[in-house]
DNA sequence: TGGACGATGACATTTCGATGACACGGACGG
DNA sequence: CCGTCCGTGTCATCGAAATGTCATCGTCCA
């Protein structure tokens, strides 16, 4: 899941960044509205974290315009405005989520993953695939009890492929999902990743390559 | 099926054509308006990606000059221009989709691949012949339920034959259709990918030859 | 009956994924 | 502040699968 953080604030630019890097998100980051449409522009995101007060206006009015183009990605405000009004405004102009500033990064996180599940199949904290437990909210994965460490990207990987058992995924919708801009598209990092994975999962054949295509999840209805 | 991409950013001109190959399709790229109109006289494609803008012009113009005169490929644009009316424009002079970016480029596969399907028999998802199905989206090929494992150009040829059943297709149209240009009219690569056909088919004369015409699937009615 | 054409199988080449070794950088603890 | 560990990315290499090439054989028809 990758996600555009839009932020003019200095220390917000590290901190939330961060935060969310360490729930296995990939994570870009635009200092204004003129950076965020370029952004949008070139990669496709899972969800945009927007500061309502940019350098270069107001965000609202720019996720308002690009809604009624039929925009449809995720957002969340944050912002200090606290008003009734200006909570109402978030929610009209196109934001799905809303965060008042003071607040906890790992509230920001949890919302932003919330956000992110609900855009694809349906939110769903605990993935399963055969005996593999993938519980989203702690970051921890399961393969028949016995708790595995993968590493962020191996996390987000596994969660992408899980979420779409079944359907081959492209080298490039991994990179494009699970990694930030700074990702080169033509490097063998995807590979290296499922092999990491295969070996943490203790079973090779548990991610099916698809020659010219990409990886899966064949769903075994019997096994 | 093969495409032709007409794109001038170098990252995309990499992405696209990957993608699109690993969909089976042959894909030809072209990097202005100039170079995409050599290539459409010289060869013939069942889909063509543009971008909307490109270092000798905006493709949209060339596109309704064409289809003034009857051009009827499907053509699928790209742009960054997202503004309704530019939307508006891309449907009304010749274009059969769009696609703003940034995009997925599963997306843009997805399409193209609807689009070819479209110009052929009229969106099939499932294509049959006999007691052969072809899952297009999936890209399966069962025979009689049991999945033959089929690599990208023995599917291609197949799809091909099997969406002009009871016509005769020569070797130039095969390689034309399931080659890119960097295919050799005069080798015997349709006769080998023919050959290896039926054999996973598991009946030689279920693709019958024409001799000096080409290869078939002949509409069985009883058998 | 000879020649053109298709079929066939062996073999060469290319492409692609798997793998392991290594490099780099940030986090963390001493 | 330095050294170490860990996560991650890169690279070279290997091997298998896919694809292309070639020589040969059979067969159909003039």
Redesign the pocket.
């Known amino acids: 899941m990758r996600v555009l953080v839009v932020e003019d604030n200095e220390d917000l630019q590290v901190a939330v960044p961060?935060a969310l890097?360490s729930a296995?998100l990939a994570v870009d980051l635009a200092v204004s509205i003129a950076a965020a449409d370029e952004a949008l522009f070139v990669n496709a995101y899972d969800c945009v974290v927007f500061d309502r007060l940019l350098p270069d206006g107001d965000s609202i009015r720019y996720v308002r315009h690009r809604r009624e183009q039929g925009w449809a990605v995720p957002v969340l405000f944050l912002t200090g405005l606290d008003t009734l009004a200006d909570r109402v405004d978030g929610f009209e102009y196109g934001g799905d989520d809303y965060l008042v500033k003071p607040f906890a990064v790992a509230e920001l996180t949890a919302r932003v993953l919330s956000l992110c599940r609900r855009a694809g199949t349906g939110r769903t904290p605990v993935l399963r695939y055969q005996d593999v437990e993938m519980d989203t909210g702690r970051r921890e994965v399961r393969r028949g009890g016995v708790l595995l460490?993968?590493?962020?990207?191996?996390?987000?990987v596994l969660e992408y492929l899980i979420t779409r058992t079944d359907r081959t995924v492209s080298?490039s919708e991994l990179i494009e999902h699970c990694?930030?801009a700074?990702?080169?598209p033509m490097?063998?990092?995807v590979?290296?990743?499922?092999?990491?994975l295969?070996?943490k999962l203790r079973t090779?054949d548990l991610?099916?390559?698809?020659?010219?295509?990409?990886?899966r999840l064949v769903r075994a209805d019997g096994a």
């Open positions: 961060a890097r296995a460490g993968l590493t962020a990207k191996e996390f987000a080298r990694w930030d700074a990702a080169d490097s063998n990092v590979d290296a990743t499922i092999r990491r295969r070996t090779p991610i099916e390559a698809v020659r010219g295509q990409g990886y």
